[in-house]
């Protein structure tokens, strides 16, 4: 059964950092790209970034570009999003998803990360301003 669990929200205040990990399990994890989405309630959910299984293609969304950088670490099964200049829309539930794709979708890529396969559950970040 594959797994996801992301993990490594909090409450922090606006410019503060976070970093966000995505455990996964059940999967031959060097097979997936995984992307990252989160919402917030009332709104739609939103992509906000992706990595290609072999970790040579990222992808982020305008709003989070210079601030969000994706990671994984193939040999424990996790990717990182490491957070940084938090601001007060940066508040939601954030969510790892996983597909067994080389890539992310190319120009696509939100439509894909939405479409992904296995979803986890998610972990709140919550911006103070």
């Known amino acids: 059964e594959v797994q996801l669990q992301a993990s490594g929200g909090g409450l922090v205040q606006t410019g503060g950092s976070l970093r966000l990990s995505c455990a996964a399990s059940?999967?031959?994890?060097?097979?997936?790209?995984i992307g990252w989405l989160r919402q917030v309630p009332g709104k739609e959910r939103e992509v906000v970034s992706c990595?290609?299984?072999?970790?040579?293609?990222?992808y982020y969304a305008d709003s989070v570009k210079g601030r969000f950088t994706v990671s994984r670490d193939n040999a424990k099964n996790t990717v990182y999003l490491q957070i940084s200049n938090l601001l007060p829309e940066d508040t939601g539930v954030y969510y790892c998803?996983?597909?067994?794709?080389?890539?992310?979708?190319?120009?696509?890529?939100?439509?894909?990360?939405?479409?992904?396969?296995?979803w986890g559950k998610g972990t709140l970040v919550t911006v103070s301003s």
């Open positions: 998803a996983a597909d067994p794709i080389a890539t992310c979708g190319g120009s696509d890529w939100t439509v894909f990360v939405r479409g992904m396969d296995y």
């Open positions: 059940g999967l031959t994890f060097d097979d997936y790209a």
């Open positions: 990595i290609s299984r072999s970790d040579n293609t990222k």
